[in-house]
Structures are given as C-alpha cells and as structure tokens.
C-alpha cells in the first residue's frame, strides 16, 4: 500500500501544475462587484430602508396594548366585615385605532417608500462606480503591463546595439566616444525600467485589492491595451437622465421633501382615535379576594388650538427643504450636461491621439530598422541609431498611453451616461500587438 501511494505522489510530482487562466475584463468587473465594500454597504442601507416601510405601515392598523399593575400593602386594615386583602392588582389590555391624524400615517408611509426608493437609486450608483472603477483598474494595468515590456524591449534593442560597437571598436572602426554613448544610453534605459517595473508593481496591488486577493498575487490579463477598441454610442442628456441613480434619486428627494410638509403640519391638525379596552381588577377594598371583568369603548378627539406659531413655522421650514432639493435637482441636470460633453470630448480626441499614434509607431519603426541596417554598413553614425531608438520608444509609450486614455474614456463615459458596459459599437478603434 506504501508502495502505490509513493507512486501516486511522485506522478503527482511530475505533473505540470495547471496554468493560470488569463482574467477577461468582464470576470474581473464581477469579481470586483463581489467584494466591494460599497456595494455591500449600499444593500444593508437598502434593507434598512426597506425594514423601516414596513415598520410605518403598521400605522395602518390596529394596535394591541395592555398595561398591569400589581400593589401589596405591608399592613392590614381593620373594616367591619374584618381583615382585608393585603394585595391588588389589574390587567387591562386595550385596542386602538387611528381614524384621523391629519395624514400623518400616510404621508409617514409614503416618506419611507420614497426613502426605499432612493436607497435603490444610491445602491445603482454605487454597481455604477463600482464597475467604473474595476474598468479602470484593469485597463491600468494592461497598459503598465505593456509599457513593461516596451521598457523591456528597449533594453534589449540597445543590448543589441550595444554587441555591435563594441566589436566595431575593437577591429578599430570607431572611437571610444560612441561605444560611451551607447552605454550611457543603456543605462538611462535600465533606470527608465526599473522606474516601470515600481509602477507595474504598484497598479498591480490595487488590481488585486479591488477583488479582494493578495496584492502581491501574480494576474494574466486576457485583454491587452492595445487591442482593437469599440467606441460607445453617444446618448442624449435626456436619455441619460432617465436612468441616471443620482438624478432618479434626486427626483424622488424632493417627493420626499413634499411629503415632510404635509409631515410638518400633520402634528397641528385634529387627530381622532377609537378602541376597545377591557378591565380584569380586584375589588376595591379587596376584602373576599374576589375579581371582576369589565371594558368600554372609547373615541378621543384632539385638538391643537394655539401653538405660538409652530405650524406656520414648521411648515415654511419643511417648504424651504423642498425648494432647495428641487434647486438641487437642477444643478445636477446642468453638472450631468457637462460631465457628458466634456466625457465625449475626450473620448473623440483620444482616439484621433490613437489613430495619429498608431500610424506614427509604423513610421517610427521603419525608420529604426532602416538606421540599424545603415550603421552596420557603415553608411550612418551610431547617434542616428541611438536618435532613431529614442524615437522609436517615445511614440511607443505615447500609443500605449493614448490607448489607456481611450480605455478609461470609454470607461468614464458609461459610467456618466449610466449604461451597461456591454453596449454596442458605433465605430471602432484599436492597433495590432
């Protein structure tokens, strides 16, 4: 039995362990919407809210009191029958319903839906920049990823250039000067990757904080930056705020805010109660011990008179809340305007950046592999290399940046036009690996 088992784990040994399988950015946005802390608070906030309707809608129906007392005296009386009960006690149990109280139950009611409703709202924003900010945390990293590697690869372009002079200056074709600049090119190189290297590290630990894994955690990504990109359809202001959380909850404050105006007066209006109430005693004085049972119906009347203004007050107070949230509202139709046109003005520009980036990083690396193949030729000077190198690397990074910027656009954008991020395409921009 020893035997198989020994067997059985060095079969185990052997095996390959199994790949990592790359993170599309659809699995980490669900990832990320699991375990965010936000989305967590928003839903309790929501139950909260939701418990807190339920709780005003018992005004609507008949409440069950009762109320007992129980005395026991330390000193007997004498009477004429003889001693009497040292005890006493009654049990009286009520039923009450609110017939009138100036609205105050239904408008308490409708306050707490409003409420339930907004916190619905504030729950949508918060999947909202939830997934915002997931979006941006994988395309961060993709395009860190990929200036990684640019870095990388720049090093080793240099490396390259660097075999090449010094064995042409040491057959004695070039001078000292060359093979320095060349060097001194490598090592502003190596430090430009080591300075790439601390920001992957660091986009890195909040991909892996935001889904809640360790930050250290090595990730695939299945979507590179610089893959081919579909531009959203544009939306209208009307359009966005019918679906927009922050504008639906700023509409339901104010029917909110409506709602504590009647609120405010309710307290000052005629309120009318009946119910029901039954009475289980001893006699007073309890000489036999013996109980009795008995009840009535009642119906209450109250009538606020003079309060010294607290109505009028009250309610201008309640008006003014209910102004200021409609002033709000409009301040986020204005905001909500300019965040869309100024969101669609960079994803516009970002992608002519792309589109100008792209054909220039064409342009640049032909220019590069022309210089390489002149110099070892003889036909150009090492600085038109190390000249053809650096331009090579700046449009480079600049495409991987522009495609970032586009990314994080696209991302902006839905996250201000309040749209899934499966949308469909208008147009398309995007450049090959």
């Given amino acids: 039995m020893s035997g198989i088992l020994l067997i059985l784990l060095l079969f185990c040994g052997l095996c390959p362990l199994r790949a990592q399988e790359p993170i599309t950015v659809e699995s980490y946005r669900d990832a990320v919407l699991r375990y965010d802390y936000d989305m967590k608070i928003a839903e309790r906030l ?59 139950v239904r408008n308490a009611y409708r306050r707490a839906q409003t409420d339930y409703e907004i916190s619905l709202c504030s729950a949508s924003d918060a999947g909202l920049q939830t997934v915002y900010a997931a979006e941006y945390g994988y395309w961060n990293l993709a395009a860190d990823i990929a200036l990684l590697e640019a870095a990388r690869r720049y090093v080793g372009i240099i490396e390259s250039l660097l075999g090449v002079v010094d064995s042409r200056f040491e057959d004695g074709y070039i001078s000292k000067s060359d093979v320095l600049m060349v060097r001194a090119r490598k090592n502003e190189a190596q430090y430009s990757l080591r300075t790439q290297e601390r920001i992957y590290l660091s986009s890195l630990h909040h991909f892996n904080i935001l889904m809640g894994s ?71 004085p309890n000489l036999t011990g013996s109980t009795r049972v008995d009840g009535y119906a009642f119906v209450r009347l109250s009538v606020p008179i003079f309060g010294w203004g607290q109505r009028r007050n ?20 204005d905001e909500i305007a300019r965040q869309e046109s100024d969101a669609w003005s960079v994803i516009v520009e970002s992608a002519m950046q792309l589109r100008q980036s792209y054909d220039g990083l064409s342009i640049a690396a032909e220019n590069l592999s022309l210089s390489t193949f002149a110099y070892n030729e003889g036909q150009l000077t090492v600085l038109d290399v190390l000249s053809a190198q650096l331009s090579w690397i700046q449009i480079y990074t600049n495409t991987i940046s522009a495609a970032r910027a586009l990314r994080l656009a696209i991302a902006d954008y839905r996250r201000i036009a309040a749209v899934q991020p499966d949308i469909h395409p208008s147009a398309a921009v995007g450049m090959a690996n």
């Avoid at 000193?75 to 009450?96: E, I």
């Avoid at 009307?238 to 029917?255: G, K």
């Fill in 314 to 333: 009250s309610i201008l107070s309640a008006s003014a809340l209910a102004e200021s949230a409609r002033l709000e509202m409009l301040r986020l139709e």
């Fill in 46 to 104: 929501s139950e909260s809210s939701f418990r807190d309707m339920r709780r005003t809608r018992a005004g609507f129906l008949p409440q069950l009191s009762a109320s007992a007392g129980f005395e026991a005296d330390f000193r007997r009386s004498r009477t004429d029958a003889g001693l009497a009960k040292p005890y006493s006690f009654n049990v009286q149990p009520t039923v009450s319903q609110t017939v009138y109280a100036g609205g105050k």
């Fill in 214 to 284: 360790d930050p250290s955690a090595a990730v695939a990504l299945a979507d590179s930056i610089l893959t081919w990109v579909r531009l959203p359809v544009r939306r209208s202001v009307d359009e966005i705020l019918r679906t927009r959380p922050d504008y639906m909850a700023a509409r339901l404050q104010i029917r909110g805010r409506e709602y504590d105006v009647h609120l405010a007066g309710a307290d000052f209006y005629p309120s009318v109660s009946a119910g029901v109430t039954g009475v289980w005693n001893t006699l007073s």
